[in-house]
């Protein structure tokens, strides 16, 4: 199995445990492990050439990134 292959299984299974995080226990927490696995997916819809995937996790991570920098 290839690297990425592994990224996006674990990146997936990252995305559904951060949800439950986020609902259940702690909101900063969950949004880094959302992060993650969003961030360890993407190489995988590159080499697929899944476009409208990555362009989605993309802007997923941009408003994933803004709850994670402080309030100026």
Same mark, same amino acid.
């Given at each position: ?11 997936? *299974?990252?995305?559904? +445990? ?10 900063? $927490?969950?949004? #880094? ?10 190489? *995988?819809?590159?080499? +697929?050439?899944s476009w409208d995937v990555v362009i989605m996790l993309t802007? $997923?991570?941009? #408003? ?9």
């Amino acid at each position: 199995m290839k690297i990425d292959t592994v990224g996006r299984v674990v990146g997936s *299974f990252l995305v559904v +445990t951060a949800y439950f995080i986020i609902l259940h226990v702690n909101l900063s $927490l969950g949004v #880094i492990m959302q992060f993650v696995g969003d961030a360890i997916s993407v190489p *995988f819809f590159i080499r +697929t050439k899944s476009w409208d995937v990555v362009i989605m996790l993309t802007f $997923l991570l941009i #408003i994933s990134s803004t709850k994670l920098v402080p309030s100026l």
